[in-house]
């Protein structure tokens, strides 16, 4: 089993910056890869970045160029720094872990809000 804590959701306002933590615990080393989700109102969950275990990053094309994904597998920790937020990222940003076997963990989930 791996537990994942998100934290560093809040309001911003458009143009602004934040920085979404996640920290994984429990089985880790079984972990292949981590990554972001987000889900807005109404609209169904989709990946925002991900990163693999050799540091390798995909991001989708709606935060290309303003969100970077990093971190350290190893070590259980996955950053999401989210530059040139828009009104749109507003979301519940998820943290979401991979392991070697495909299973899929989740995070509780925390809210970005971009205002105008």
């Known amino acids: 089993q791996v537990q994942l804590v998100e934290s560093g959701g809040g309001l911003v306002q458009a143009g602004g910056s934040l920085r979404l933590s996640c920290a994984a615990s429990?089985?880790?080393?079984?972990?292949?890869?981590m990554g972001w989700y987000r889900q807005a109102p109404g609209k169904e969950r989709e990946l925002a970045a991900r990163i693999s275990r050799h540091g390798i990053p995909n991001y989708a094309h709606s935060v290309a160029g303003r969100f970077t994904i990093s971190g350290d597998i190893a070590k259980s920790t996955v950053y999401l720094q989210m530059n040139s937020l828009k009104p749109e990222d507003t979301a519940v940003y998820y943290c979401?872990?991979?392991?070697?076997?495909?299973?899929?963990?989740w995070g509780q989930g925390t809210l970005v809000t971009v205002s105008e």
């Open positions: 979401n872990a991979a392991d070697y076997s495909g299973r899929l963990y």
């Open positions: 429990g089985s880790s080393f079984s972990i292949n890869g």
